[in-house]
């Protein structure tokens, strides 16, 4: 491969020595990297074997003119730029070539700058287009490893291999997490990943349901067990049997039924609501909160004796906030999958979405994300309240020093570790991205 990347080399066809000399010395003054062809054919067979960013092609050219040329490349790259150069003034042509997919169209004579722009022009929609690229082949390769854990983070590769462990022991699990920050979906992957795959997976808010109602829920009833219970009932407990029991929000359990719960767990047994019957139960139990349960068991808000029972095995979701890494690959899979659903187009990542993507902290998690893509994918620009919310304790140093960090990380994520590239998108010389990567320990490596 060439020293330059091939992205930003321009492909220039003309059957004029002159033309093709005078063309690529204005190119080459204003830095722009040429290869220069006499006829299409040979231009072909070097765009085939290291696709440029831009080919620039007079349509008059020897055997294979520039419309049919324009016609090859669409048909193996429609997001290919191509800039078609003609002496006649053909504006119907100019307008039909525009219609079907030609980037510009340029009238000889021209001048320089004419061309130096268009070319410019071109180059920035076709690094976008390869931005978008890199971007969607990282998102697959992240869904193909795994849909539920998306991210090339340290923090949830963590998870990751810690989920897939803690799933083939089967043993009872506590999942600690923010509201929005995915644990249900740890959950899942628990049952998922384990040998229970094969029967159900029961979920239940026990903050969703009012008391009254929630004894009745988790253990069942046989008919006549209370006014209203006309027939019997299987309860969510014993549904989970044979698979896994999924108590999201346990903090908001009510206390007796915590103490029933604890002796389900202890003794793998069921008795509902007006039988005399006990019944054995083979479950995992997963248990999910947003609080902490020490601190809560210590003010008598919860049984300090089920919470021993659940605090053996923790898995704790990090926060989005400290995985910036991924927010831009969660961002983009949104908003692919909002798209789909809404019928649409997937939106370019516009500058004001990309600076809401890298200031905002997230507090709503991977959920406010979500929320976030579906309203870009509806055309929605980004809100900007709540935009910036750094911590109360942090210095302006301290707080530029975050943004600047956060920016070049997701600058890095788009440029799959290219450090050249995100130089290039920042504005700054390589040196300079070098010297900030040393400065906030971080490694373009870790991103490729």
Known sequence: ????????????????????????????????????????????????AEPPGVVVSDVRLPGMDGRALFERLHATDPELPVILITGHGDIPMAVRALRSGVY???????????LIGSVRRALERRGLVLENRRL??????????DPAFLGISPAIVRL??????????????????????GKEVVASALHRWSRRVSRNFVAMNCGALPETVVESELFGHEAGAFTGAL?????????????????????????PLQVKLLRVLQERTIEPLGSNEIRPIDMRVVAATKVDLGQAAAQGTFRDDLYHRLNVIVVEIPPLRDRREDVMLLFQHFLTRAADRFGR????????????????????????????????????PPEDRGAVAPGPAA????????????????ELIVAGGDVRIAAESLGIPRKTLYDKLNRHGLAATDFR
Request: glycine content about 6%; hydrophobic content about 40%; proline content about 5%.
């Open 1 to 48: 491969m060439s020293e330059t990347d091939p992205a930003e080399r321009i492909v220039f066809i003309d059957d004029e020595e002159d033309v093709r000399r005078a063309n690529r010395q204005s190119l080459e003054l204003d830095g722009f990297a040429v290869e220069c062809f006499g006829d299409a054919e040979s231009a072909l067979a070097a765009i085939r």
């Open 136 to 145: 969607r082949a990282r998102l697959e390769a992240a869904v193909d490893e």
């Open 395 to 410: 210095t302006l140093s301290e707080q530029v020093d975050r943004f600047e960090r956060d920016l070049i990380r997701d």
């Open 345 to 380: 187009e997937p939106p370019p990542i516009t500058p004001a979405v990309r600076d809401h993507l890298a200031r905002h902290t997230w507090p709503g998690n991977v959920r406010e994300l979500g929320h976030f893509a579906e309203r870009c994918a509806l055309g929605f």
């Open 104 to 114: 510009d169209f340029l009238a000889k004579p021209y001048a320089a700058e004419a």
């Open 231 to 255: 027939k019997r009932r299987v309860g969510r407990i014993e549904h989970a049997h044979g698979g896994t029991l999924f108590l999201d929000e346990i903090e908001s359990m009510p206390l």
């Open 160 to 181: 990751r291999r810690l989920v897939r462990d803690v799933a083939a022991a089967d043993v009872d699990v506590l999942v600690l997490g923010e509201t929005g920050s």
